[in-house]
């Protein structure tokens, strides 16, 4: 049993597209994050959120937290956003939670 | 600003010894953060470190440990290594107490495999 599920697990799409990746969590949080990971494997932190919605740059982020949900949007994507997407979460027992990413390509 | 640095990059053991993994987080952070890569798997959390006190670990057994010293940085010990625990070990540092109340600033890993 995954705490954290995220979807599309493979998500290829054209340069310019908006980009939605969600995901699912079944405990409760105090804090949602989302990494980005490149093929080398380091790893950046995204975004940080407990409520609402935050945005930087041409990425979104929300979270619902009645239905448990959080959806990553990338608008006008590029292939600079090639990465593995990862959302990860922490409990109210201070146990943290990863789901197991979305690969996403973004072709020119 | 010094981003989050661990060493030894790579780290070839054999079974049964022991692995020691270190960390440095971004200056005037306190808390370390130990997660586990295994290939084809997600991330899995290991270790919390703050102030020096170990403040949670996750479902691993006791084989893995750690500590945190007094200047914040940190290091990852490993015994009695087995062939499931070749992986990328990745330490992240934030600011504060809460645990992940802050952003995570991640370093680019130990790869360790056991022959």
């Known amino acids: 049993k995954n705490e954290v599920e995220q979807s599309p697990q493979n998500l290829t799409a054209q340069e310019g597209e908006f980009i939605t990746i969600n995901c699912s969590y079944s405990v409760g949080i105090s804090a949602l994050h989302w990494l980005q990971q490149h093929p080398g494997g380091g790893i950046v932190s995204l975004f940080m959120l407990s409520s609402g919605k935050k945005k930087h740059g041409r990425l979104i982020a929300t979270i619902n937290i009645q239905e448990k949900h959080s959806s990553l949007h990338i608008t006008a994507s590029h292939p600079r956003d090639s990465a593995v997407y990862i959302c990860a979460v922490r409990d109210t027992g201070n146990q943290f939670y990863f789901g197991t990413g979305t690969s996403l390509t973004v072709i020119p | 600003e010094a981003g989050v640095t661990q060493s030894p990059t790579h780290l070839i053991k054999t079974r049964g010894q022991q692995a020691t993994l270190r960390c440095s987080p971004i200056s005037g952070h306190t808390s370390v953060y130990w997660y586990q890569q295994a290939l084809g798997l997600g991330l899995q959390f290991l270790l919390w470190?703050?102030?020096?006190?170990?403040?949670n670990r996750g479902n691993f057994p006791p084989r893995f440990s750690g500590r945190q010293f007094p200047n914040y940085s940190s290091e990852l010990n490993v015994n009695a290594l087995e062939l499931e625990d070749s992986a990328l070990y990745l330490c992240?540092?934030?600011?504060?107490?809460?645990?992940?109340?802050?952003?995570?600033?991640f370093g680019d890993g130990t790869r360790l495999s056991i022959l």
């Open positions: 470190y703050d102030e020096g006190e170990e403040r």
């Open positions: 992240a540092s934030s600011k504060g107490t809460h645990g992940w109340s802050q952003p995570q600033h």
